[in-house]
């Protein structure tokens, strides 16, 4: 069904119609890969979702990033959007959804892209699913990319919020972490998009360089907050295994920040924002006057998402191929084998899992209690309506001792972090998640004999088997991991729990170079 809601400029759409390959369709469909309206049950499937595309291309790699992206000599911009627009009605197809919640376009670098490859995509979006006119369209943005030309070109094509990728206002900073930009050019960048989407502009920001000061880190926040608008993302800078600034720091070129100093320049930054007026809604997330970001939320309130383009996570189940439980999808991550596959056959999912109504609570709370609102009753009930947080955080254990030391809280409202505990969070997860999975194992006490659990769609899963004690063990002693930023697209060797719209798609907890929980968590790791 067409959206009625959303409108793009018709100036934008006309210019993006050549590259479509016919409405619809693409070259080389393949009609077992997609379902024609009308051809399959209608179930009762979840009414909503949010879209994340992913644009995979930079000018230029920058020292720390290992993200899914890509430095080429040319882009075939008219092939790339077909694939993107192809995709994108395949599986929404797919999924059913009625509606679309917010669109985001990451990257890579999508400020790169023209105007009318996002207008093609948003009217694919909303010739497929109803997208509403106030629906959340969030554009990611470098400053060398951010023109004001190109900046009013976005909004006309649709775009009503922008990310704009500052990391810093310092120049020598800014070189060390191999960007294109000035801080000049950042503040010009921030400016002119403030006066085009004002109230709805972001800015990025990385602290924990190489040398870096907590003074300079400071004095670079007081600059940030006398230029930004009302939604900040703070992220602490990962020394990423193949990048040349981990490189350089494993090689004595440079000095690793100190941990404690780490410690001190998040809760400088936390301390700092929220006298500016700023709501600490997540951990690397700040909003004022209500502009949180209605994207990531989906992703910490574990909706269904759909994730299109090279490396894309998804979560969603997909009813139209008779499907009845939520999968975790990745997309084909390198961008010329994934147009080969949506020219095939409509879409380039790589893996796909099935997730167990235990994975989809491990999700739940990892994801969940990243936020101020943490995980609530009702949406914990969604997705276990035989086992509530109560049985299994109200119990002797892990979440009462740390409610004890004053850094949990379950109440009428949920479970949920204390400020102080926010800072913890990764510290606190494992032990969490152990609790979790042996309430899961225990059987309950009303059941009848043999009665298998239960999920939100009714498909049973298994009780998870108790761990041995060296696992155990081994999951508590996890080093805490680095929350990383607002994205959504994989990085090979992702744990998932630290994908987003970090490097994936989930607003991370762990980093890249994360292996342990994918060997002690009962989430099946092998997708990533």
């Not at 939520?326 to 596959?341: F, I, K, S």
């Amino acid at each position: 069904m067409a959206a009625l809601g959303w409108r793009p400029a018709a100036a934008a759409i006309a210019a993006a119609r050549p590259g479509w390959g016919g409405p619809g369709r693409g070259p080389g469909a393949g009609p077992a890969s997609e379902p024609a309206p009308g051809t399959v049950p209608q179930p009762a499937a979840p009414a909503t979702a949010a879209v994340y595309v992913h644009w995979p291309y930079c000018r230029k790699r920058c020292s720390y990033c290992n993200f899914n992206k890509y430095v080429v000599p040319a882009v075939d911009e008219a092939a790339m959007r077909a694939c993107l627009v192809r995709e994108a009605r395949t599986l929404l197809r797919l999924s059913q959804v009625q509606s679309v919640t917010s669109v985001f376009f990451g990257g890579g670098t999508p400020s790169l892209a023209s105007p009318c490859t996002v207008a093609a995509v948003l009217e694919a979006i909303a010739g497929t699913a109803h997208l509403p006119a106030g629906a959340e369209v969030t554009l990611e943005a470098n400053p060398s990319s951010a023109s004001p030309p190109r900046l009013d070109g976005f909004r006309a094509a649709g775009i009503n919020r922008l990310s704009i990728g500052v990391q810093s206002l310092d120049d020598a900073e800014l070189q060390l972490l191999g960007r294109e930009h000035t801080a000049a050019e950042a503040r010009g960048a921030v400016e002119v998009a403030r006066g085009l989407f004002p109230g709805r502009t972001s800015i990025d920001l990385i602290f924990g360089l190489p040398g870096q000061s907590q003074s300079a880190w400071a004095r670079g926040l007081e600059a940030a907050l006398g230029l930004c608008d009302d939604h900040v993302s703070l992220y602490q800078l990962t020394l990423e295994r193949g990048t040349a600034l981990a490189a350089q720091v494993s090689g004595g070129n440079l000095p690793a920040p100190p941990q404690d100093l780490l410690a001190d320049m998040y809760q400088t930054a936390c301390t700092m924002l929220v006298a500016a007026g700023f709501r600490h809604y997540e951990v690397s997330n700040f909003a004022r006057k209500g502009a949180l970001s209605t994207h990531n939320l989906s992703y910490w309130r574990a909706e269904q998402y759909i994730g299109v383009g090279p490396g894309a996570h998804g979560r969603f189940v997909p009813w139209g191929e008779g499907g009845c439980s939520r999968e975790a999808r990745v997309q084909t991550l390198e961008p010329d084998a994934w147009m080969r596959e949506v020219q095939t056959r409509g879409h380039g999912t790589r893996r796909r899992v099935v997730l167990s109504p235990l994975e989809q609570l491990e999700e739940v709370l990892a994801l969940g209690l990243r936020t101020d609102e943490g995980v609530t009753h009702e949406r914990w009930g969604r997705f276990s309506p035989h086992l509530s947080l109560e049985a299994v955080f109200g119990a002797p254990g892990e979440a009462a001792e740390l409610q004890q030391q004053g850094w949990l809280v379950l109440d009428g409202g949920g479970l949920r972090c204390r400020r102080e505990g926010l800072a913890l969070l990764d510290s606190l997860l494992p032990g969490l998640l152990c609790q979790l999975q042996r309430g899961w194992a225990r059987p309950p006490a009303t059941a009848h004999p043999g009665t298998p659990r239960r999920g939100p769609t009714g498909d049973g899963g298994e009780a998870a088997p108790e761990m041995a004690g060296a696992e155990l063990l081994k999951l508590q002693r996890l080093a805490p991991c680095v929350a990383l930023g607002e994205r959504g697209a994989a990085v090979p060797g992702d744990c998932v729990l630290g994908v987003a719209a970090g490097a994936g798609n989930f607003p991370g907890i762990c980093s890249s170079a994360c292996t342990e929980h994918r060997l002690y968590l009962s989430y099946p790791w092998s997708l990533l």
